[in-house]
């Protein structure tokens, strides 16, 4: 699972980035975490399609 890993490392990175940047108020944490997650489970559910569809159980 080094993709996850990968995945976890990178959001870890951008969370720790956020406390830096004064401006960046609760909503904008808020947003940009909930925009990561959506796009990291997006990534997977197309993964997860294009092996169904290579494996022909789709």
Sequence with gaps: ???VS???LVLISLLLM???VEAV???DAI???LC???CIT???AC???YARKRNGEV
């Design 47 to 49: 993964l997860g399609v």
């Design 36 to 38: 990561v997650v959506l």
């Design 42 to 44: 997006g990534i997977c």
């Design 1 to 3: 699972m080094t993709s």
């Design 25 to 27: 108020e609760a909503g």
């Design 18 to 20: 956020l406390p830096v």
């Design 31 to 33: 947003t940009l975490f």
């Design 6 to 8: 990968a995945q976890l």
